[in-house]
């Protein structure tokens, strides 16, 4: 989820139209609640707003002086920002909780919580001019809605690939069966991304060459399904050197050779191709996990104009353009590559390329595959297995 400039700036921060939303039970604008049902207009800015990130999301130039796309929105609205940058999706779930932040920039494995936590509010999309833009297919997901009802605005989207050195790997695989049924043959040498929701990706393996399992969606996962994803888990783990989730390690780990094949994103592709390593990354033939971030508000904002003010900025065309590209992702919409050079390489627009994707989408017992006879295993249960899978 990053590229070579993010890089730069994912290093750094790792240190370190409207008066008030007029609903029923909305209070003033200078300190009313926000709306726990979805806004129908909007009111006056408040003046200010408080972000909940992914480093690179919400950037000011105070990383890189060329990198701002928040100034231009402070000067257009009047809304003051102040961000926090988060790790993991399991803090940026907590730190919701304060009650301390207008608005959450959220991945697939946080969503739900969030939205059964009662922690953000239903969005009404019609207020926010840019989301008619946005791609269909990123549209009323089950990581970003329920029942029909949206809780958010698509961000931009990626696949987690299959990296590989080209020179130890041959032939070049098309198949996860290099980092799973196969891993012996680079043993000690395989990475993985280390995260409860890299159960999904074994569960997609899965999907393909035990379909006697019947999975039809990697987060809905019975008591079965589940313990067959995490038994395969258990048997790569003999075979892993290094489980990352900081990209800069795994791009180390591919320059010096410790590591020749894994999970990984286009954008540590792009950086280990700008140093002439030796890799390729593939979408290989099962499909792949991926995510799509939701900008979403947090339903006791004290600042919904100037959240939801930030929310169409965000997606609109140019700046999403700048802020994916910043961070190495596909753009939200066709009119984002306008300002871009580099949709091709992200896939941007590719419906049949996106449709292979399986975005992250946090786990829950009401399985989101529809089934109603069985009930699914939760994202703690997932938490509680990824311990015991890396020992």
Avoid at 115 to 132: F, K
Avoid at 230 to 259: C, M, N, P
Avoid at 322 to 329: K, N
């Amino acid at each position: 989820m990053m590229r070579t400039s993010r890089g730069a700036r994912l290093a750094a921060t790792a240190l370190t139209v409207g008066s008030i939303v007029v609903l029923a039970g909305c209070g003033t604008s200078s300190g009313g609640a926000a709306p726990s049902e979805e806004a129908e207009e909007l009111g006056d800015y408040e003046g200010q707003v408080s972000i909940l990130a992914w480093p690179g999301y919400v950037e000011d130039g105070s990383n890189d002086p060329e990198v701002d796309w928040v100034t231009d929105f402070e000067e257009k609205t009047g809304c003051e920002v102040t961000s926090k940058t988060y790790g993991t999706s399991d803090e940026a779930v907590n730190l919701m909780k304060t009650g301390d932040y207008d608005v959450i920039a959220a991945s697939g494995d946080a969503t739900l919580r969030l939205i059964a936590a009662g922690d953000v509010a239903p969005v009404n999309t019609d207020l926010i001019p840019s989301y008619a833009g946005i791609y269909d297919f990123l549209k009323e997901k089950e990581w970003n809605s329920v029942d029909g009802q949206s809780y958010g605005v698509p961000h931009g989207y990626g696949a987690n690939l299959l990296l590989y050195n080209t020179e130890v790997v041959t032939p070049a695989p098309t198949s996860w069966d290099v980092v799973f049924d196969g891993a012996d043959a680079y043993s000690g040498k395989i990475t993985a991304y280390d995260s409860p929701i890299y159960i999904a990706d074994a569960a997609v393996y899965l999907m393909t060459h035990q379909p006697d399992l019947g999975i039809e969606n990697p987060y809905a996962l019975d008591e079965e399904q589940f313990q067959a994803a995490v038994d395969l888990l258990k048997a790569q783990r003999a075979h892993v050197g290094e489980y990352w989730s900081d990209y800069l390690k795994e791009i180390q780990a591919f320059e010096t050779g410790d590591s020749v094949a894994g999970t990984t994103w286009q954008v540590i592709q792009n950086v280990l191709a700008g140093g002439d390593a030796t890799t390729e990354v593939v979408l290989p033939e099962e499909g792949a996990t991926g995510w799509s971030d939701t900008w979403m508000i947090a339903s006791e904002a004290e600042n919904p104009n100037c959240a939801y003010a930030w929310l169409d900025w965000i997606a609109s065309p140019e700046t999403n353009a700048e802020a994916t590209a910043y961070f190495g992702e596909a753009p939200s919409s066709q009119e984002a590559c306008d300002y871009r050079d580099d949709c091709e390489a992200y896939h941007a627009g590719d419906e049949e390329y996106a449709s292979q994707i399986w975005y992250w989408t946090t786990p829950i017992a009401d399985c989101v595959d529809g089934r109603t006879d069985v009930e699914c295993v939760d994202y703690a249960r997932w938490t509680e297995a990824w311990s015991e899978i890396k020992g």
